[in-house]
């Protein structure tokens, strides 16, 4: 089973940069398409970004396009989530997902096997 942890959250100014990072336990990350998905306070989750097992395919929702980039180091079972720009919108806990191995991109939630913790992010306006 994949165990997820997300790191990098934190508090920004609007207009700042934060670089998130999800470690996978398991070499079968390799195998696995990712997603970073949030969810804001009284809101339900949400899709962010999602990356193919070989990261040449990537999604992003309208709201992050230009904005965040979603990549992966393999050899590091780790993706990373780079935002830029970032607006006070953007405050939400931020989650990683994997889906099982072999499985292609989603940008649905319940498509996902298995979740991080979640970490913060706040902008301050």
């Known amino acids: 089973q994949v165990q997820l942890v997300e790191s990098g959250g934190g508090l920004v100014q609007a207009g700042g940069s934060l670089s998130l990072s999800c470690a996978a336990s398991?070499?079968?990350?390799?195998?696995?398409?990712m997603g970073w998905f949030r969810q804001a306070p009284g809101k339900e989750r949400e899709f962010v970004a999602t990356i193919s097992w070989n990261g040449d395919i990537r999604f992003y929702t309208d709201s992050v396009k230009g904005r965040f980039t979603i990549s992966r180091d393999n050899a590091k079972n780790t993706v990373y989530l780079q935002m830029n720009s970032l607006k006070p919108e953007d405050t939400a806990v931020y989650y990683c997902a994997a889906r099982r191995p072999t499985m292609g991109v989603s940008m649905r939630a319940y498509e996902y096997d298995y979740w991080g913790q979640g970490t913060q992010v706040t902008v301050s306006s």
């Open positions: 398991e070499r079968t990350f390799r195998n696995c398409a």
